[in-house]
């Protein structure tokens, strides 16, 4: 019988890059092999963001481009899942009228189902979470939610290469309105993982070749689940994944200002498996323009913050968000952003350029009146005054010896391979070959090593550079890290171990 194989293609966050290795993980069980070859595919799946209109307009390009290949490959299923397949089904089916099938993200374990009714009846098949409401009653929800937690129960990778750093999903949805946040609508209401099932589940990691895991919430610091009769909160839940055997980084994102408590930075300081790096969305430098947000922090509570986590954790490196353009922003709103980036020295940021997303707050109640070019040029000042920001502050780590986690080869490396596989070369390791990895704050370094190295922890003399990346060269080649880990090591006090 001929192999199926599945085309998967993901945009947009971390969320995102789970859901498709657990949706990789369930169709593998229905019998489908993964291909990187959309035109060929038995099935293809486009895993979609809603967070801004560009993101949904290069998918419906990419949805696009799969109208021929379906055309000659008769038996191809198209489908939609994640954010945009639960925010409009209707418009996609509408605009896509070779696409079989839309799924939203809470609803991926009924994939396969889907797929047979395509193939019983070629007809679109559709599920949705819109059936997660607020307006539910708490024993509704706890059955829901227990129906959408189903894929995260059923993970089971293979020890690999591609289990070294694992996401672990810690919660779902988010509560928090923003006014111009799609988010509430496509993932539904905040629900947090119970403590012994994300410990069970990065233990499984673990087991397999995890020696990273990255704990993924959409404001992930709110975390609180009920553990007999008492709540877990989530600087407790950092202890306890800490110490899980053979676990040796964690890290978290993405984090809410507003709900950060000093507790955690206590025991990202006392916890030495935890990462001294911070995903710290602010998205504007102006109290007007937050209060228009509905962001629930002022600038000031948000610098306060952060001098509070440099006090606990003096390398603490922090990343953020702005959006430009919102509703409303004037010059002054925009050199208040310019002026918090000098003034908080980030590591680095990542800016958007607002774009309405219909059903929110923004979009109902106020206009989207910045022009295009003024956007455009005030995503280019803020990205320019962190590149310097950033660029001067990696020139100073010249001449330090770092600790990273080996990741792999360097971007470079592996198109230098592929090419010499493409013309038919024996491709062999190299003493001038680039590996790559991340600091203990996230700070990217490339360097020279051999493929042992790959997965381990190396020290690496940083001899130069840029506002991204630092280069450098290993002081020791491969070697293990002799800090303490494991359990007995991570557990604060007050802090129950699993």
């Known amino acids: 019988m001929p192999q199926k194989t599945v085309y998967l293609e993901t945009m947009g966050c971390q969320m995102n890059v789970l859901d498709s290795e657990l949706v990789l993980g369930l169709l593998r069980a229905q019998g489908y092999e993964p ?46 899942i994640g954010c945009m397949a639960e925010r409009d089904p209707d418009g996609i089916f509408a605009s896509m009228p070779h696409v079989d099938l839309v799924c939203g993200p809470g609803e991926l374990n009924k994939l396969p189902a889907l797929i047979e009714d395509v193939h019983a009846g070629r007809t679109h098949a559709v599920a949705l979470s819109q059936s997660l409401s607020r307006r539910s009653t708490p024993l509704q929800r706890a059955l829901e939610y227990d129906s959408v937690e189903a894929l995260d129960f059923s993970r089971n990778p293979e020890p690999g290469p591609g289990v070294l750093q694992s996401y672990v999903r810690v919660q779902r949805g988010c509560d928090k309105f ?38 993924l919430g959409q404001t992930v610091n709110s975390y609180v689940n009920q553990e007999n009769g ?27 200002p507003g709900d950060f408590t000093d507790d955690i930075f206590e025991v990202m300081r006392d916890v030495p498996e935890l990462s001294h790096y911070l995903h710290l969305p602010v998205q504007s430098g102006s109290d007007a323009i937050l209060k228009r947000m509905r ?33 409303g922003e004037t010059e002054d709103d925009h050199e208040a952003s310019l002026l918090l980036i000098e003034r908080c020295r980030f590591k680095n940021i990542f800016v958007f350029k ?29 990205l320019a005054a ?22 792999g080869y360097s ?12 013309r038919g070369e024996e491709v062999g390791w190299r003493r001038s070959d680039q590996l790559v990895g991340r600091t203990w704050t ?26 991204l990346t630092l280069h450098g060269t290993s002081v020791r080649g491969s070697w293990e890290r002799n800090r303490t880990c494991g359990a007995g090591s991570a557990a604060s006090p007050g802090f129950e171990s699993p």
């Not at 993101?55 to 489908?79: C, F, N, T």
């Not at 877990?232 to 890290?251: D, N, Y």
């Open 35 to 80: 291909t990187d070859d959309m035109t060929t595919a038995d099935l293809a799946l486009i895993n979609t963001c809603s967070v801004r209109d560009h993101a949904e307009q290069k998918a419906l390009s990419r949805l696009g481009s799969l109208k021929r290949p379906k055309q000659l490959h008769s038996g191809m299923i198209v489908g939609v």
């Open 178 to 215: 923003c006014s111009f946040c799609v988010v509430p609508f496509t993932r539904g209401p905040e629900r947090s993982r119970p403590p012994s099932q994300i410990i069970d589940e990065t233990r499984m990691l673990a087991d397999r070749g995890a020696r990273e895991v990255t704990l």
């Open 230 to 256: 008492r709540p877990v909160r989530f600087a407790e839940l950092l202890a306890r994944v800490a110490s899980v055997p053979g676990i040796e980084r964690v890290r978290f994102v993405t984090n809410y």
């Open 295 to 327: 962001r629930e922090y002022t600038v000031g509570e948000y610098i306060d913050l952060i001098e509070r986590g440099r006090d606990y954790i003096p390398d603490l490196s922090i990343a953020s968000d702005f959006i430009v353009g919102f509703c």
């Open 354 to 382: 607002y774009s309405e997303r219909p059903g929110t707050v923004a979009r109902k109640r106020a206009g989207d009146d910045v022009p295009d070019e003024i956007k455009r040029r005030r995503n280019q000042e803020l």
């Open 386 to 407: 962190q590149e310097r920001i950033s660029a001067a502050a990696n020139r100073e780590r010249i001449g330090s010896t770092v600790e990273v986690l080996v990741e």
């Open 411 to 422: 971007k470079a490396a592996v198109k230098a391979r592929e090419a010499e596989q493409a």
């Open 442 to 467: 996230d700070h990217i370094v490339v360097f020279p090593g051999a493929p042992e190295d790959i997965g381990r922890f190396a020290d690496v003399r940083i001899s130069d550079a840029t506002a």
